[in-house]
């Protein structure tokens, strides 16, 4: 099936670490890496993790991915006020052949 | 500095078509691969169509197959999506992307374009 799963919402206080989870298939996360990518309000998204588990530069390393089987997860450390956005995971689908995103993620810093 | 600078969004009813454009720059333009990815008010993101960096190989979503067609000019630098036979559920914003062909690898996003198919 070709679907990327993320709960719709997470949250944490400053300081936190949170972590955000991802599950797909055999067909995607399975065979191929995952991605994340992060959408302030009214802003485009930006891409926070390559490759699994790779930083482009500029991104800060509070920001870590990981990915096992189906499944891959991104974590937060030390959360700030200014993480407070939509994150998606996104992977490449061998059925579609195209790329797919997940559902999305809305984290809230309280 | 990378810019994506999408134009030619706006209102138009279903069954009718609508050409949005990309102007890139900052980058060699030709040497890349781009991508549409649209998102849908409030929804999440969708990509939509993606095109090799001399045009020859284009790529699409099974939604929009045979209704959107993906273009470039490199000699303007610029990324075209013609969409034909639209629909409402294909309101959306739509970002052009600097993309890594056969990936779900976009680095650099436009501020996106709005385009709204309603009677």
């Known amino acids: 099936q070709s679907v990327l799963t993320q709960p719709p919402s997470a949250s944490g206080t400053p300081g936190q670490r949170v972590t955000i989870s991802c599950s797909g298939s055999?067909?995607?996360?399975?065979?191929?890496?995952v991605y994340w990518y992060q959408q302030l309000p009214g802003t485009p998204p930006k891409l926070l993790i390559y490759?699994?588990?790779q930083r482009p530069s500029g991104v800060p390393d509070r920001f870590s991915g990981s990915k096992s089987g189906t499944s891959a997860s991104l974590a937060i450390s030390g959360l700030r006020s200014e993480d407070e956005a939509h994150y998606y995971c996104?992977?490449?689908?061998?059925?579609?052949?195209?790329?797919?995103f997940g559902g999305g993620t809305k984290l809230t810093v309280l | 500095e990378v810019q994506l600078l999408e134009s030619g969004g706006g209102l138009v009813q279903p069954g009718g078509s609508l050409r949005v454009s990309c102007a890139a720059s900052?980058?060699?333009?030709?040497?890349?691969?781009m991508s549409w990815v649209r998102q849908a008010p409030g929804k999440g993101l969708e990509w939509v169509s993606g095109?090799?960096?001399?045009?020859?190989?284009?790529y699409y979503a099974d939604s929009v197959k045979g209704r959107f067609t993906i273009s470039r000019d490199n000699s303007k630098n610029t990324l075209y999506l013609q969409m034909n036979s639209l629909r409402a559920e294909d309101t959306a914003v739509y970002y052009c992307?600097?993309?890594?062909?056969?990936?779900?690898?976009?680095?650099?996003w436009g501020q996106g374009t709005l385009v709204t198919v309603s009677s």
């Open positions: 992307a600097k993309w890594s062909l056969v990936s779900p690898l976009f680095d650099y």
């Open positions: 900052g980058f060699t333009f030709g040497s890349y691969a």
């Open positions: 095109i090799s960096g001399s045009g020859s190989s284009t």
């Open positions: 055999s067909s995607n996360i399975g065979t191929n890496y």
């Open positions: 490759m699994n588990n």
């Open positions: 996104a992977s490449w689908d061998d059925s579609l052949k195209g790329p797919l």
